[in-house]
């Protein structure tokens, strides 16, 4: 072969135009320069692409593309600022839960040895119901608690770290040496030890490193016990009972279901080995309905969640089984729509929401249906100039925004102050049995909070209430009320008669059953009943005037109070209660959407005859035609019957220039469509036929 077709041209192709070449010379551009001779040292060019990538706001540009870069930033901003708050009020949350379980189970962990326990291994069962993710934030503080004082630490176990007896061993010993020393410290502690090189998996390591580290408390937590085979952790409980003199163990078992079908599980023999304490973790209700209480009903809040996204949310959490994690996720993906697509949230920004193009803001200000409505109630009372001043002057309509907004919020803080309220009164005084804060703030956030059964039970455990409990009323009632004058006058006349008053009884009301008479009188030989009042005191009257004029304030202030969100002006720049988005993304129905796409596809598809009401049309896609088809069939459907139909749409539309072949191209690969969805397959009673395997709606 010619040596001149094997070569390339410096930087060229090669000179035969051959891409399927195997073999080329190389000849390096500079000669000169030698084997060892290092090569220049070439500079590092950023390609402008990559930095352009590198400065891109993970907010995009709302308002058509108008929005500036100031606004997109302030958003953003603002989220972060906003979000890092409410995050840290919900650590807060959970650590305040686990505090007292992680208590109880450290005072366990320090306290017990096999020496206490008559030879047995110590063990604590903590029930975790629904919360499952409560004892991993349990298991990470206790780990941190031991680590930081030296006594010791927690090795996690899931049952996929337990496959067999030696997987199990060798993960349990690699666990703890890695939760003190690193990778790198388990590496070195295998290979540097003296004396003869042991196995992985035996637990002289384990017991060389207790020894080495001074290691008082050694936790073997199994997260998921259920799931652990039963043979292989009654082999390892019994292993571990003969090294209790060497290892100062402790184990503690996570439990979803009860303890009673926990030690149903293993034999007796094992269950034996073990003797210790049962803890029960809180349900994640009750986390889930203090985090949300700590979101929406604070003093300082500036953003909520309206009622139908409230309504999602613990739909969710009632339908299955929710973690406090998962539920604020949810509610962070709420705030991040909110701030992510709404480009008026930019005024919820702690100073003043400048931006280069105010136009632009103030003109989506004035497509908002709340502003809308509220320039047609300045027309309706006669206010037309001051409707064409909001229409024409940006600076005035900015300055009114920022005052509406920070009304609304005001408002907003106050209907969740009432909330509270209700809520604290019915729990303490055990008016309703579980309260649930969501429930009332579902009924509040709708404007239905006065008519519903809540409101009544508060109102009337108001009546009842005797000199005591009303102390304690009064201190459960928000700033806004107290800080009143008519307030200040009922608390002073209050007080009064407390001092004056002698009895070692608290005073009750005329409404207290206490005082309620019952006459009989018998007419015609038949008893009838009647109730009256009986004489009150001087000091019960008066107290009885007090209850009722502190009833009247507070009829008053949930009158003033209970309004409906979306009638604030501007109230989607601090209300969020869309609740398709929220809905599809946590609570998705995929058959839903495939069956409406097949059924009428042009609910997302440009019709090209602009025809919508004909239901099957030779415009529309095969799979689709053929869904529609396949509707109309029992169970079992003809395949050539179902081809003929098929056919018959085409051709009633086409005529003559209908091309056949064609056509059952699209027949047979909308027929795959449809066999790869899950709704047909091969009948096995009839070659020619094919089954239908599902039904629309189902």
Not at 89 to 99: A, G, M, R, V
Not at 107 to 113: G, L, V
């Amino acid at each position: 072969m010619d040596a001149d077709l094997l070569e390339a041209d410096v930087g060229g192709a090669p000179r035969d135009g051959s891409h399927s070449q195997g073999v080329y010379i190389y000849r390096p551009t500079n000669q000169s320069k030698s084997f060892a001779e290092r090569p220049t040292k070439r500079r590092k060019v950023v390609r402008p692409n990559v930095i352009k990538a590198a400065k891109s706001h993970p907010f995009v540009s709302l308002l058509n593309g108008d929005e500036d870069a100031n606004s997109i930033e302030l958003r953003y901003r603002t989220y972060q600022q906003l979000w890092s708050a409410q995050e840290a009020k919900i650590k807060e949350i959970l650590d305040d839960i686990d505090s007292e379980v992680l208590t109880n189970v450290l005072s366990f962990t320090r306290s017990t040895s096999p020496q206490t326990y008559d030879g047995c291994i110590p063990a604590a069962l903590v029930t975790v119901g629904s919360n499952v993710s409560s004892l991993g934030r349990l298991l990470s503080r206790l780990n941190d608690q031991l680590t930081t004082t030296g006594e010791g630490g927690v090795i996690v176990l899931e049952s996929g770290d337990a496959p067999n007896l030696k997987t199990t061993l060798k993960n349990i010993i690699r666990f703890a040496i890695t939760n003190t020393e690193g990778n790198d410290g388990y590496q070195s502690f295998v290979t540097d030890r003296e004396g003869p090189r042991v196995l992985g998996y035996d637990l002289d390591l384990l017991a060389d490193y207790v020894k080495r580290k001074d290691v008082r408390k050694l936790v073997i937590a199994f997260r998921d016990s259920e799931a652990f085979d039963p043979g292989i952790l009654a082999d390892l409980l019994s292993l571990l009972s003969s090294w209790l003199d060497r290892i100062p163990l402790t184990l503690m078992f996570g439990i979803s279901t009860s303890v009673d079908l926990f030690e149903g599980r293993l034999p007796r023999s094992s269950v034996a080995l073990l003797r210790g304490r049962f803890f029960e973790i809180h349900e994640a209700s009750n986390c889930v309905d203090r985090i949300y209480g700590r979101l929406q009903a604070e003093q300082d809040g500036t953003f909520w969640l309206g009622r139908n996204i409230t309504s999602v949310l613990f739909e969710k959490s009632s339908d299955s089984f929710q973690t406090p994690e998962a539920f604020s996720r949810t509610v962070k993906y709420a705030y991040m729509s909110h701030f992510f697509a709404n480009p008026l949230s930019a005024l919820l920004a702690d100073g003043p929401a400048t931006t280069k193009r105010s136009d632009q803001v103030c003109e989506a200000l004035r497509n908002v249906s709340s502003f809308r409505t509220y320039c047609e109630e300045l027309l309706e009372e006669g206010s037309a100039g001051q409707v064409r001043k909001l229409l024409e002057d940006d600076a005035f309509l900015l300055e009114q925004s920022t005052r509406w907004v920070k009304l609304g919020q005001q408002k907003m803080r106050d209907i969740f102050q009432c909330v509270k309220m209700v809520h604290r009164t019915l729990k303490h005084f055990k008016v309703v049995k579980k309260p649930s804060l969501s429930d009332i703030s579902i009924r509040a956030l709708a404007g239905e909070l006065q008519s519903s059964a809540f409101y009544e039970d508060f109102l009337r455990s108001i009546k009842t209430l005797d000199s005591n409990q009303l102390k304690e009323l009064i201190a459960m009632l928000p700033a806004t009320l107290t800080d009143s004058p008519v307030f200040g006058q009922i608390q002073a006349d209050f007080d009064t008669l407390l001092q004056t008053y002698q009895g070692t009884e608290p005073l009750k009301s005329g409404y207290d059953k206490q005082h309620s008479v019952v006459a009989t009188t018998i007419i015609q030989q038949r008893v009838k009943l009647s109730k009256s009042k009986a004489r009150l005191p001087k000091e019960n009257a008066d107290f009885t005037n007090i209850i009722h004029r502190v009833y009247t304030l507070l009829e008053a202030f949930f009158e003033d109070t209970s309004i409906r969100p979306k009638e604030l002006i501007l109230h989607e720049v601090f209300l969020f209660d869309m609740r398709n988005p929220i809905k599809e993304v946590f609570s998705p129905r995929p058959r839903f959407a495939v069956e409406r796409a097949l059924s009428s596809p042009f609910d997302y598809l440009i019709s090209p005859s602009g025809d919508l009401t004909v239901s099957i049309s030779a415009h529309q896609p095969a799979a689709a035609i053929l869904y529609q088809l396949y509707l109309e069939s029992g169970s079992l459907v003809n395949v050539h019957d179902l081809w003929q139909a098929f056919y018959a749409v085409f051709e009633s539309e086409q005529g003559d220039s209908c091309d056949e072949r064609s056509i059952m191209a699209w027949f047979y690969r909308a027929l795959s469509d449809l066999k790869a969805l899950g709704m047909v397959k091969s009948s096995r009673k009839k070659a020619d036929h094919v089954s239908k395997t599902s039904w629309m709606g189902l």
